[in-house]
């Protein structure tokens, strides 16, 4: 299944209709219509986003596929679905602001003054229903296959993809401004939680001491790691998410930046394409699929590593598995007392 993308400049969604399903329908799913926005498979749920009611058609969907039933229906508008309506938000160098806002608005329609936000001193997410699942929905890198595994998203793809991190991609970037128009659909990935706010204020800082040249962001969820490694200057970016959802959501969102000639999008899982060189890996991810990778070996090839999205008891175990592998890390962020973020420098790379 997939679904629309939008792309205009103001709020993507006026209301969101969300099914829930015990399930997953798989291929077996008939066209779901022009408001149908994608789906999102995790473990053995599955949840449908629409932006108009669209009962019929999942009542037809769930006749194919007798395996999975209705669990619940949501309906909130976009705003709730967020946690709050979004506003621009300052992490170091780099800005962030969704394309419906004016340059200097808040979320209250005032002057925003720029100030640093969550791991830089704002709240994080949390308060919104869509950030609520998206803690047990993002970024499902490396679980299960599901739809569009190996499928590429974007144009000149090159032959380097597997080997590395594509090759001549794209010049330099201007460094009069370093903003990143953000539209995060019903992805989650808005640039307000804790894990988030880190990796970003880590690339900031990486990124103006050491030079970076390339970089693979696994579970790229929105693509905001992914556009603001590009934006702070690093010429390749490969940015990966299982979920088709996100991969076209990240696609959108490297469009947007104008930023499509250095940074490139695929839909597949994070094993396929851990393996290749690069300067930096970033993965904002589940503890599992993290573990998976850095016991199979991705840290090969990689000199600097920034890995999120873990609470305190994965971190420490995190920590011991780079420690056996001569990683060092740098700095370790904890947020609200319960996400780790680290900032780590492989020694044999």
Known sequence: MTGSIFTTDRVPYDRLHIYYL?????DAAPPM?????????????????????????????????PAARLVDHYEMTYDQWQGGELSAFTVGRLRVRPPWRAPE?????????????????GAGEGSGMGQG????????????????????????????VGQGIGQGIGQGVGQDGLEILLDPGVVFGSGTHPTTRDCLALMDRLMAAESIETALDLGCGTGILAAAAARLGCRRVLAVDLNLLAARTTLANIRRNGLDDRALTICARAEDFAGGEADLLIANIHYEVMAALIEGGCLGGK?????????RSQADAVADALARRRVKIHERRIQEGIWTTFLGETMDG
């Open 33 to 65: 219509g022009p408001d149908f926005i994608g789906d999102w498979g995790e473990e053995d749920s599955t949840f449908l986003f629409f932006s108009r009611p669209a009962p019929e058609r999942v009542a037809a969907l769930l006749a194919r596929c």
């Open 133 to 160: 699942m998206g803690q047990g929905m993002r970024q499902g890198v490396g679980q299960g296959v599901g739809q569009g595994i190996g499928q590429r998203i974007g144009q000149g793809i090159g032959q380097g």
């Open 22 to 26: 015990e399930g997953r329908p798989g």
């Open 303 to 311: 000199r600097w590593l920034i890995l999120s999205g873990l609470l």
């Open 105 to 121: 608005e808040r979320a209250d329609g005032h002057a925003d003054a720029g100030h640093p936000g969550g791991a830089e001193g």
